[in-house]
């Protein structure tokens, strides 16, 4: 039995936790054994009892976002060496940083979630930004298997480096219909207070430059959907108050919600007007449940509907434009039926189980 060490920064809720969290939930017990280390303290929301369901040992580091870069090697060593591993697993710029400083006595992999000269610049300005993205740069070098989530992801990556780098796409978790709520569609509607009568498009995510939820707000303003239609985002960061500033009876702004399985079903249309992605688990989660899309172009989305022949239940605009996003509202179905042929396509091509299997061929070659 192989132990596979999975170093991430912390098990917030984010997509790459829930990557983290459908590999281990799918791992072939009877041939690996899995042991997280987190490297800095919990946030409120946070996925760890998750995974203690899951039963599997945790362990933190309890480092701080300032410390993490003046630890010394030999403390990291004689941090993760008790653990035993015969694989190191890191995700996120802090365990890969950690992990990458320390003398090779174990095989490491590193899987990428973003881009980071996109998502830490957008995150935290161009300076410290740029200061994260050499960091992430520098660890990739020592890493001895890259992993992406995407063939899109790896594109841009190869621009920035000679690493060979590998893909595994993520996967969508079909436990999730099993945890479904038995209501009907008109009474989800009821129950979470939406309007019966109006087209439902629905918007998950981090409300962030990133994200771009001002995109999507302002489209469906001038859409003919404004008066007739309802905007339900759920969600909070940076945006969330400049976004509150246009709630109105069509717009609902909700935070988090834990009951997002619940949304999705009562909904129609799922919007992301994201700029930069790796390849987005809420788009795999809305798809899988039949949701029609409205999408920006970025090459991130095209890879997980490219392969779908010209489909009206599928629209795509330019990023950040707001005339071609309103254009996407008003060429959708006008219908309350989810695609089959959506839901399908998720199912087949991007499966949690068909992921994890590919994780563990790779643990096998090392």
């Known amino acids: 039995m192989k132990k596979i060490l999975y170093v991430v920064s912390n098990l917030r809720k984010s997509g790459p936790t829930t990557v983290l969290y459908n590999l281990i939930k799918n791992l072939d017990r009877d041939k690996f054994l899995p042991v997280i280390v987190t490297v800095i303290n919990e946030t409120e929301k946070t996925r760890i009892d998750d995974f203690r369901k899951l039963n599997v040992e945790i362990f933190t580091l309890g480092l701080t976002h300032k410390n993490f870069l003046f630890i010394s090697k030999k403390k990291i060593k004689r941090l993760i060496t008790p653990y035993a591993p015969d694989i190191v697993h890191s995700h996120s710029l802090y365990a890969d940083y950690l992990i990458a400083r320390i003398e090779k006595y174990v095989k490491h992999i590193s899987t990428i979630h973003s881009y980071v000269y996109e998502d830490y610049i957008s995150k935290h300005g161009i300076l410290l930004g740029l ?187 330019e990023v950040c434009n707001i005339c071609d996003c309103k254009r996407c509202f008003s060429d959708i179905r006008d219908n309350e039926t989810h695609s089959y042929v959506i839901s399908q396509h998720i199912r087949e091509n991007f499966s949690a189980k068909k992921m994890t299997v590919k994780y563990e061929e790779l643990y096998n070659s090392l």
Do not use: W
């Not at 190869?158 to 780098?165: F, R, V």
């Not at 590998?166 to 219909?177: A, E, K, L, R």
């Not at 997980?304 to 489909?311: A, L, R, S, T």
């Open 131 to 317: 200061f994260m993205s050499l960091l992430a740069m520098q660890a990739i070098k020592r890493t001895d298997r890259v992993i992406c989530c995407s063939y899109s992801l790896r594109k841009k990556y190869e621009k920035k480096s000679s690493k060979n780098m590998y893909v595994i796409q993520n996967g969508f978790d079909f436990d999730m219909f099993d945890n479904r709520s038995n209501l009907t569609k008109q009474e989800l509607h009821n129950e979470l207070k939406l309007h019966n009568d109006k087209m439902v498009f629905i918007m998950v995510g981090s409300l962030s430059k990133r994200k771009d939820p001002l995109t999507v707000i302002k489209a469906f303003l001038e859409s003919k959907y404004s008066s007739n239609g309802l905007l339900v985002i759920l969600g909070d960061g940076d945006l969330y108050t400049e976004c509150l500033s246009y709630l109105n009876d069509n717009i609902l702004i909700l935070g988090y919600m834990e009951n997002v399985v619940e949304y999705y079903m009562a909904a129609d249309v799922f919007v992301s007007a994201s700029i930069s992605e790796g390849l987005p688990n809420t788009v795999l989660e809305a798809g899988a449940f039949g949701l029609k899309m409205i999408l920006s172009d970025i090459p991130e989305h095209k890879e997980i509907f490219g392969v779908i022949p010209q489909n009206d239940d599928i629209k795509f605009f």
